[in-house]
T-cell receptor, first 108, second 114 residues
Framework: QQPVQSPQAVILREGEDAVINCSSSKALYSVHWYRQKHGEAPVFLMILLKGGEQKGHEKISASFNEKKQQSSLYLTASQLSYSGTYFCGTGRGNQFYFGTGTSLTVIP | SQTIHQWPATLVQPVGSPLSLECTVEGTSNPNLYWYRQAAGRGLQLLFYSVGIGQISSEVPQNLSASRPQDRQFILSSKKLLLSDSGFYLC?????????????FGDGTRLSIL
């Protein structure tokens, strides 16, 4: 039931864009996105509750395709502070599963 | 505002020893509470969640147990630790059902088993 993320890892130069995908074999009722910096706890970025919903957080936004059971996280004009591991998460009721994770490294 | 406290920050324990990790939440009532484990370089695995006092759901069979003796207190325990119990343990809370509410994490406990 764990969502699968792609790519597993990506390296960007400052100012470049990236897309992280999250796919589930089960129906998605919501999609969360979190960022975890090395050695720290995950931090909530955003949650999408409806199919077709799109949300933005500074230069980070996400979309949710309920029919395709997918979500994508878009990072534009990346900054050094965007480095970390990004996790999507989904669940039903009180059960919750984090995705496999995507390591994103932004270099000068 | 709501805060979540988790302790200790780091712990080194011998194989076969007991374990008790504690998590408390302030500034909210009747939160959903979660325990996750993260192995080095890996994702987050949900271990337990609780929707109320004394209500514990286990996601993964193992030698760990959880208890919620008070509304905002969540405890992770083990009677005898295994080498495979090493990892980064994270407590989280959400204001309602996990799938439609954001989860907020404590700073975590880094557990090493020798």
């Amino acid at each position: 039931q764990q969502p699968v993320q792609s790519p597993q890892a990506v390296i960007l130069r400052e100012g470049e864009d990236a897309v992280i995908n999250c796919s589930s074999s089960k129906a998605l009722y919501s999609v969360h996105w979190y960022r975890q910096k090395h050695g720290e706890a995950p931090v909530f970025l955003m949650i999408l509750l409806k199919g077709g919903e799109q949300k933005g957080h500074e230069k980070i936004s996400a979309s949710f395709n309920e029919k395709k059971q997918q979500s994508s996280l878009y990072l534009t004009a990346s900054q050094l502070s965007y480095s970390g591991t990004y996790f999507c998460g989904t669940g039903r009721g009180n059960q919750f599963y984090f995705g496999t994770g995507t390591s994103l490294t932004v270099i000068p | 505002s709501q805060t979540i406290h988790q302790w200790p920050a780091t712990l080194v324990q011998p194989v076969g020893s007991p374990l008790s990790l504690e998590c408390t939440v302030e500034g909210t009532s009747n939160p959903n509470l979660y325990w996750y484990r993260q192995a080095a370089g890996r994702g987050l695995q949900l271990l337990f969640y609780s929707v109320g006092i004394g209500q514990i759901s286990s996601e993964v069979p193992q030698n760990l147990s959880a208890s919620r003796p008070q509304d905002r207190q969540f405890i992770l325990s083990s009677k005898k630790l295994l080498l495979s119990d090493s990892g980064f343990y994270l407590c989280a809370w959400s204001p309602g059902q996990g799938y439609n509410q954001p989860q907020h994490f404590g700073d975590g406990t880094r557990l090493s088993i020798l």
